[in-house]
């Protein structure tokens, strides 16, 4: 199994311009999960589905968008893109929500936003 | 809210066995407690996960006392490559469960 993958790895985008991050997991698992995380900082929750066409929205929604059309994939996508999204964001999923849901992360894409 | 508190640093050398607390007063009745390592520039990675008195896996042990107010997460032996940044967890995201900034571990030769 790949687990949870992520791309791009690496991005930089002008303010105003928008993008979509990737994140794909092959574990079947029902929840998936957008985080982000400042230098220095724990990680924020941003969005997160508890199967496919339900999403709701975490601790940081605002300036992001998410889908939830199959089981394996949850894009999420930046429209008009800020210096303060500059972050590296991860995306997660987990089998099930109680004890044994343990999230599984994937590396992570770093975005900078000039 | 479970609002987790964990020191912010922790040092230690090769070979020692790490204890890292973290309070967690207002737990809930139904909360658990996880644990996550964190590398540079990688996601975080699942180590233990309770909800009462002890647990071990082949990585840690996680203390949790009667009261579960705290939890204690012990590294056996730890080496420079568990140099990292450990977060306690309580609960999930559907009672507002927080990543803190972590205990960054580092541990010396």
């Known amino acids: 199994n790949a687990g949870v993958t992520q791309t791009p790895k690496f991005r930089i985008l002008k303010i105003g311009q928008s993008m979509t991050l990737q994140c794909t997991q092959d574990?079947?698992?029902?929840?998936m999960y957008w985080y982000r995380q400042d230098p220095g900082m724990g990680l924020k929750l941003i969005y997160y589905?508890?199967?496919?066409?339900?999403?709701d929205k975490g601790e940081v929604p605002n300036g992001y968008n998410v889908s939830r059309s199959t089981t394996e994939d949850f894009p999420l996508r930046l429209e008009l893109a800020a210096p303060s999204q500059t972050s590296v964001y991860f995306c997660a999923s987990s089998y099930s929500r109680g004890l044994g849901g343990e999230q599984y992360f994937g590396p992570g894409t770093r975005l900078t936003v000039t | 809210l479970a609002k987790t508190t964990q020191p912010i640093s922790m040092d230690s050398y090769e070979g020692q066995e790490v204890n890292i607390t973290c309070s967690h007063n207002n737990i809930a009745t139904n909360d658990y407690i996880t644990w996550y390592q964190q590398f540079p520039s990688q996601g975080p990675r699942f180590i233990i996960q309770g909800y009462k008195t002890k647990v071990t896996n082949e990585v840690a042990s996680l203390f949790i006392p009667a009261d579960r107010k705290s939890s204690t997460l012990s590294l056996p032996r730890v080496s420079l490559s568990d140099t990292a940044v450990y977060y306690c967890l309580v609960g999930d995201i559907f009672n507002d469960m927080r990543f803190g900034a972590g205990t960054r571990l580092t541990v010396k030769p």
């Open positions: 589905s508890v199967g496919a066409g339900i999403t």
């Open positions: 574990m079947n698992h029902n929840y």
